[in-house]
């Protein structure tokens, strides 16, 4: 089968008379390779999603995390109708709130209390604030190159942010625990919380975990300065471990936030953190529209349940490492330098010898050409819906597209 993008076009130049780009944010085409990726999908199942143009694909995105069960998952997807036929936004809040927040507690390492919110900024802001209230100090230490949101203090934004946005916000190299006491030596009792990702994950990078006691390096720091150790899980909450991946590396942050795999793509985000936050927690007024909307709680707790039911972490760990293995070895046999890097369930592709991703684009436009939908931008995700022959045509795709790199560009 021919892969064309006929329809995704049309409907993208309709889309851009009347919505600035199209297609805003990170789902905006120029994230993949235009022109030979689907632009609009019409409906996604399991590991699968099939465009406008009727393209079928096995997806490696996972709509950026939040597929974690697969696309239209019946037992999610029932307890969400079933709560939103009792009624979605309320005043009071529904029996739901309490339900959700005991099994937060109950399944992370590092909580003794849960608030929720809708998106990964949504948390994040709230544990900033929160930080900066317990310690009544002003400055935030950030790691360069990471993601937290589009906030303008987070920096990922050009357009609108004021110098005074950033003004309190400090930088330091993810990894590098030395370089992180110097920033808090240089800004002695001045610093409220430090907020890193847990391992690290930028656009455009490989990715890169902690190095061997990094976390207890940094616990310890914080410790003997008094900051808010805060953990941003939005990412790769629950892929690596269902208590966190703080668990999984091996340290106690103080707050954590969650969001993309909570509930199978149902719009809800989490913040979570110990006794000693607590109290300020309780003072600190924070609120959305719809943040205690029940159906994405019912849903979050069916996909908690169903995730340690099945050991979601362990099924997604053993697909990525399949796929890494046959990526890499099928790379190897063409004499490709190719790695992919970080967790095997969030691993980013890379040919070594290239900065420019020139291979990689070649590479990912091959595999969507023949039903594979691979990022050369950003990590990817594996999901338990991946079966092992999802993986192994998979391999046998990227195998196709690995010749075409290596007749184009000859190592
Ligand atoms: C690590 C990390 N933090 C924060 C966010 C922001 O989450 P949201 O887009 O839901 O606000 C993201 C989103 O991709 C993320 O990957």
């Known amino acids: 089968m021919t892969y064309t993008f006929t329809q995704s076009k049309a409907l993208f130049q309709r889309a851009a ?64 109708a079933r709560q939103a036929r009792n009624g979605t936004a309320t005043m009071p809040p529904s029996t739901l709130l309490v339900d959700l927040a005991e099994k937060m507690v109950e399944v ?57 946005d950033r003004a309190d916000v400090l ?6 625990a030395n370089a992180f006491r110097r920033v808090v030596e240089e800004n002695k009792n001045r610093i409220a919380g430090a907020l890193f990702t847990p391992y690290h994950h930028p656009v455009f990078e490989p990715q890169a975990l902690p190095a ?14 008094d900051i808010v150790l805060i953990i941003d899980d939005v990412r790769a909450g629950w892929r690596l471990d269902i208590k966190g991946s703080a668990h999984y590396f091996g340290f106690r942050p103080d707050l954590a936030c969650y969001c993309k795999a909570i509930a199978n793509g149902y719009p809800i985000s989490a913040l979570v953190g110990t006794d000693r936050m607590r109290m300020v927690a309780a003072k600190a ?21 169903e995730m340690q039911k099945i050991d979601a972490a362990a099924i997604c760990d053993s697909r990525g490492g399949e796929l890494r293995r046959g990526l890499e070895e099928r790379a190897a ?37 023949r039903g594979v939908y691979f990022f050369w931008h950003h990590n990817m995700f594996l999901s338990a819906a991946h079966t092992e022959a999802d993986i192994q045509k ?13 007749d184009q560009f000859g190592e």
């Open 17 to 80: 008379k009347v919505i600035p780009q199209g297609i805003y944010g990170h789902f905006n085409p120029a994230t993949t390779v235009p022109g030979f990726y689907p632009y609009f999908i019409s409906r996604a199942k399991g590991c699968r999603f099939w465009d406008v143009d009727g393209n079928e694909y096995i997806d490696y995105a996972c709509a950026y995390g939040p597929m974690i069960l697969g696309y239209a998952h019946d037992r999610i997807d029932e307890a969400f």
């Open 108 to 164: 992370n390492d590092c909580a003794d209390w849960a608030v929720f919110a809708k998106n990964g900024a949504d948390a994040i802001s709230w544990a900033v604030a929160l930080a900066r209230g317990y310690r009544k100090r002003d400055k935030i230490v950030l790691a360069h190159g990471a993601y937290h949101g589009t906030q303008p203090w987070a920096g990922t934004n050009h357009i609108g942010v004021l110098p005074a």
């Open 171 to 176: 930088m330091a190299p993810w990894g590098d």
């Open 212 to 225: 061997p006691g990094f976390w207890r390096d940094m616990r310890r720091i914080c410790d003997e300065n």
């Open 285 to 305: 007024f924070q609120t959305g529209s719809y943040w205690n909307n029940s159906p994405e709680m019912a849903a979050a707790l069916a996909c908690i349940d």
């Open 333 to 369: 046999a063409h004499g490709l330098s190719f790695r992919m890097s970080g967790p095997n369930a969030i691993p980013f592709l890379h040919f070594t010898n290239e900065s420019n991703f020139k291979r990689a684009q070649l590479f990912c436009r091959e595999c969507s050409l």
């Open 394 to 406: 998979t391999i046998d795709v990227a195998d196709q597209a690995f010749q075409i790199v290596k």
